[in-house]
């Protein structure tokens, strides 16, 4: 069974940095593509950023590039989302999501909350 | 980018009704579309794949359509389990985005 958690959401000031996880089971963590999503309180949800099975290709929405990097560790079926100079508007739940091969996201992770606040 | 505009967005319905959510591409995005289904708390759930295909072990009421830029997603009979925010995601351009949700709820 797929199983995905994030961790590492917090509380950070404005202009610092955080880091965030997801931890990977129940499939070839490595043979998929995986993405990240978050949710503003009370909020739509956004597409924050992607990378490929391998690393090679990340792709980013406009209100993060520069900002945040999407990394992964195969070794240890783990996803990463590095936040740097973080703004009150990036508060939100972060979900990962699992790659589908070209249809889509279909699994998701339970969420990491992360608050921007003074 | 890619503007997803879905509608309505919300709804007043009854169990038993039937529902319709629509999402409008800016742009062709051939079947590259999914259709997810949110409830409070709770990560999404993915109901419709490639724009038409049903997500293993969801209702065969819920059904989608659509290609090129015009998508539907139809709840045929409404069952009290399916009050929830829905939203759909182009998955054809990067980045990719979602609408802007449709919330359906009891009447």
């Known amino acids: 069974q797929v199983h995905l958690v994030e961790s590492g959401g917090g509380v950070v000031q404005p202009g610092k940095s955080l880091r965030v996880s997801c931890s990977a089971s129940?499939?070839?963590?490595?043979?998929?593509?995986m993405h990240w999503v978050r949710q503003a309180p009370g909020k739509g949800l956004e597409y924050v950023a992607f990378i490929s099975f391998d690393g090679t290709n990340k792709q980013y929405a406009e209100s993060v590039r520069g900002r945040f990097t999407v990394s992964r560790d195969n070794s240890w079926d783990t996803l990463y989302l590095q936040m740097n100079i973080v703004r009150p508007e990036d508060t939100a739940v972060y979900y990962c999501a699992k790659g589908d091969h070209g249809y889509g996201m279909d699994v998701w992770g339970q969420g990491t909350t992360v608050t921007v606040s003074s | 980018d890619i503007q997803m505009t879905q509608s309505p967005s919300s709804l007043s319905a009854s169990v038993g009704d039937r529902v319709t959510i629509t999402c409008r591409a800016s742009?062709?995005?051939?079947?590259?579309l999914g259709w997810f289904q949110q409830k409070p708390g709770k990560a999404p759930k993915r109901l419709i794949y490639?724009?038409?295909s049903l997500q293993s072990g969801v209702p065969s009421r819920f059904s989608g359509s659509g290609s090129g830029t015009d998508f539907t997603l139809t709840i045929s009979s409404l069952q009290p389990e399916d009050f929830a925010t829905y939203y759909c995601?182009?998955?054809?351009?990067?980045?990719?985005?979602f609408g802007q949700g449709t919330k359906v709820d009891i009447k």
């Open positions: 490639s724009s038409s």
């Open positions: 742009q062709g995005i051939r079947n590259a």
């Open positions: 129940g499939f070839t963590f490595r043979s998929n593509g």
């Open positions: 995601l182009q998955h054809n351009t990067y980045p990719w985005t």
